[in-house]
């Protein structure tokens, strides 16, 4: 017990890495993820291939195959950054295709009547988007998207895999190299990781009632 | 923006992300797969198999009123085959030599000339294990011994029991061929130094020089890719392993000098006090007939320089 208590640093600190890893994966997979989604709904037939293409090639691969293939393979062509950037190139790159189509569903659960009447009555594109669809769509993906932002979190734990040893994970797996004390450590680091969770899942529940209407 | 034409049949879309994900999924596990077919043979001298083929063959088996029936030596012989825990990515100690299919190396003639020793037959099941998974493989009795350069520790000898030491290490450090300015652990401090999870270097590491951030990786592939792609500035490990990388990879050098002392020993499972005895007096032997200082000069010591050393007394 006394490795938890006279380390609390370094659960303080592996923390305050995860959370930067995964802030910094979940808004590059938003930013990728949104034009994809865009790509995936708009009237251009090669846009949309090509991002039906992406979901399906990039869903496809573990995340951890994908982080080796970043981490160890694009220095073969050439290309070495920052260990901590190139794993949040690879992770923000993975959950793009999820968070594509989970906007995309979004978006889709407005039904079209309602586009169509916002534009019968005189509404400019702009103006069916900003009143009509996106409340709407981003009403319906609060929970999906935390789920999503769950899952970014948790799965940071695997940078610890490829090298990312100031994560969370990291620092639990060398502190129970020092000490031999996997439950305790362990432990502590599942409790952090269900606190994260939990903090997540309640800002989606009040968000949620925020942007609830009622009908 | 919503006028997208729904519900069209994509099936060769389908093939192609699945051709395309396979492609992804091929290429990556070459570069990460710790067999590499086609890896460059050792530079200098090589490790002399003959000799050690002729050790194992000379190697008699032990007499039966060494292995009572019911011991645990007895149960192996009778299974036939020596399960080993131990590698194939580390020169010298325990490598696969892809032109030949077999595990050459100090560590893996050992396994060979113990099961020659139990059974007859030099007879072994190797199973890859990492610095994190030996203890667990010998609590539930997925292999019989670890012999995969496994530091004796305090911490680690209330889980396993360990016959030896076989074999006395330090740390190294390892740098690619062009650096410099770095010439002690000392000289870490504020670099990024790989090392492998697990391993007793990374707490030596954090000890001594507190300020070097840690990178650490579960194979020692891993750990030498990363130094050789930049990514680290030194990687730290027990210097015979370092020398080895050195062998076969020569855009990467070993700084002189070692730190601290890493004894080997042969993991055994905690709950079978009778084989670390059985394998403790099988290692007196060995090191008193001579075999130990051959096997020595024909793995080690085409890297390492110097003469023979001592052997470690046992226990």
Redesign the interface.
């Known amino acids: 017990m006394h490795v938890l208590t006279s380390h609390p640093g370094v659960f303080a600190h592996g923390l305050l890495v995860t959370l930067h890893l995964s802030a910094a994966t979940f808004l590059l997979a938003a930013a990728v993820g949104l034009l994809l989604a865009v790509c995936r709904i708009c009237p251009v037939r090669p846009l949309r291939l090509f991002a039906a293409l992406y979901v399906s090639a990039v869903r496809g691969v573990p995340l951890l195959v994908l982080l080796t293939l970043f981490v160890f393979g694009l220095p073969e062509i050439g290309v070495v950054y920052s260990l901590f950037w190139t794993v949040v190139t690879a992770m923000g790159l993975y959950w793009a295709a999820f968070l594509c189509e989970t906007v995309r569903a979004g978006v889709r659960s407005v039904p079209p009547g309602q586009t169509e009447a916002a534009r019968a009555l005189g509404l400019t594109f702009g103006q069916v988007l900003r009143c009509v669809v996106v409340p709407q769509a981003l009403r319906a993906t609060v929970q999906p998207l935390a789920s999503l932002l769950i899952a970014v979190v948790l799965n940071s734990s695997l940078a610890a895999a490829v090298g990312v040893t100031q994560e969370l994970t990291g620092q639990t797996v060398l502190l129970d190299q020092r000490y031999a004390q996997p439950l305790f450590t362990f432990a502590a680091a599942a409790a952090c990781y269900v606190l994260l969770t939990l903090a997540i899942g309640r800002t989606a529940a009040v968000l949620e009632r925020r942007l609830a209407v009622l009908r | ?4 034409v729904r519900g069209r049949r ?1 099936a060769p ?2 093939a ?3 051709a ?2 396979l492609v ?2 091929s ?3 070459g ?2 797969d710790t067999v590499v077919p086609g890896a460059p043979a050792a530079a200098g001298k090589k490790a002399d198999t003959s000799a050690i083929d002729r050790l194992i063959a000379d190697e008699k088996p032990a007499s039966a009123s060494l292995m009572p029936a019911g011991s645990t030596a007895a149960k192996i012989k009778e299974a036939g085959t020596l399960v080993v825990g131990g590698t194939q990515t580390a020169a010298l100690f325990s490598q696969l030599d892809p032109t030949t299919g077999k595990v050459e190396g100090f560590d893996a003639a050992l396994s060979r000339l113990l099961a020659k020793y139990i059974i007859g037959k030099p007879d072994t099941k190797l199973v890859n294990v990492t610095a ?1 998974t030996r203890e667990a493989l010998l609590k539930n009795h997925s292999v019989d011994a670890v012999i995969a350069t496994y530091t004796i520790t305090d ?2 000898a ?2 396993v029991n360990f016959a030896g030491p076989y074999y006395v290490d330090g740390l190294g450090i390892q740098l690619r061929e062009d650096q410099k300015g770095i010439a002690s652990l000392d000289d870490l401090k504020g670099r990024t130094v ?1 090392t492998q ?3 007793t270097a ?2 030596v590491v ?1 000890e001594r020089v507190p300020s070097a ?6 194979t020692n592939t ?1 750990c030498l ?2 130094l050789r ?3 680290a500035d030194a990687y730290v490990l027990d210097q015979g392993v370092l020398a080895g990388n050195a062998g076969t990879h020569p855009d990467v050098k070993v700084v002189a000098g070692t730190y601290g002392e890493q004894p080997y020993g042969i993991g055994l499972p905690l709950d079978r006090p009778d084989f670390k005895t059985f394998v403790n007096d099988w290692l007196r032997k060995i090191e008193a007939d001579g075999t130990w200082a051959t096997l020595w000069k024909n793995t080690i010591g085409t890297q390492v320089p110097g003469p023979v050393p001592t052997p470690p007394a046992i226990g």
Do not use: N, P, W
Not at chain 2, 213 to 218: P, R, T, W
């Open positions: 923006m919503l006028s997208t994509r879309l389908a192609a992300a699945a395309a994900a992804l999924a290429a990556c596990s570069s990460s994190a911490e680690r209330k889980a790989t999870s697990g391993s990374a707490a954090e951030k840690i990178q650490l990786f579960d891993e890719q990363a792609q930049g990514r």
